[in-house]
């Protein structure tokens, strides 16, 4: 069996369970399994496959025909411009939440030098991507997750800032620290009622500690930023991902706790993703 046959085979397996992008998803199991680049397979088709390869590839197969998530069987994802490990215990990075990226980096400037906390880093997608683009700054990451920190460091040591950026295992309730220039964070948002209605990789592997939002879904947000006006400095900036209908309480709850609201962003379909909030007061 050559290269181009088994990749047909997981694409058509893909297919008929109704897989999202199939025949991408299985020349990247191939690329796995081989440990080559995506493109050296793809010129090289007619190589033949040995039979431990083969039954390598089904077995990650199989993982994807349960609609376990391809990043977490490939262990890593693409995020901003650089390439993250992943898996069970960290969200997997998405394409909205380079958004929050952006609208940062707008924020400060290249050779500014501003104090930033990132609340439930996760994987440290965020963090990191930031202070590669402005590495004057001062960063601490925190998650109430052990596991997703140990994730975060690894991805910190990969990208060669496991001394920049100082990572706190503690809810944000419980934090105490001197102020902050700007707090970044994408906080658990989904209601509860609406677990049922996510998608199968969703629900079934991505965790749901950094999923849920409580009974309404602003149960870490409201937390977050009452704890963001007491730790921000004066004209510090809040910038937070939010679901697409939590715009107009999000925005009370600032205005709330003495916050201007600065911008609105929206995704690439059209939905409220990033707000930006300043706060006001002393």
């Not at 590495?135 to 040591?157: E, Y």
């Not at 707090?183 to 049922?196: C, H, Q, S």
Request: proline fraction near 3%.
């Amino acid at each position: 069996m050559n290269y181009q046959t088994i990749i047909d085979k997981g694409s058509s397996l893909l297919s008929k369970r109704k897989i999202e992008n199939p025949h991408l998803d299985s020349q990247l199991i191939l690329s796995k399994i081989l440990n080559k680049e995506k493109e050296e397979i793809l010129i090289n088709l007619n190589k033949v496959i040995n039979k431990k390869s083969i039954k390598e590839f089904n077995l990650l197969l199989s993982k994807r025909l349960k609609n376990e998530p391809i990043a977490y069987i490939l262990g890593s994802k693409e995020f901003w411009k650089s390439k993250f490990l992943v898996n069970r215990s960290v969200l997997i990075p998405r394409p909205e939440t380079e958004h929050l990226v952006e609208e940062i980096l707008k924020i400060i400037n290249s050779n500014e030098s501003k104090k930033i906390l990132d609340v439930g880093t996760g994987s440290g997608c965020i963090i990191i991507s930031i202070l590669k683009e402005r590495p004057k700054c001062h960063v601490t990451a925190v998650d109430i997750s052990v596991k997703a920190l140990n994730v975060a460091k690894s991805n910190a040591k990969m990208h060669h800032l496991e001394n920049k950026i100082k990572f706190v295992n503690i809810d944000i309730d419980k934090f105490q620290s001197s102020k902050y220039d700007l707090i970044v964070t994408n906080p658990p948002y989904i209601k509860l009622g609406d677990f049922k209605r996510l998608e199968d990789d969703i629900k079934l592997y991505e965790p749901k500690l950094a999923l849920d939002g409580g009974s309404d879904g602003y149960r870490e947000i409201k937390k977050i930023i009452y704890k963001s006006s007491k730790i921000l400095r004066y004209n510090g900036k809040l910038v937070m991902e939010i679901g697409d209908k939590q715009k107009n309480r999000t925005t009370l709850e600032l205005k709330k706790n003495g916050f201007f609201i600065n911008k609105i962003c929206k995704d690439l379909s059209g939905k409220c993703r990033i707000l930006i909030a300043t706060k006001t007061f002393k």
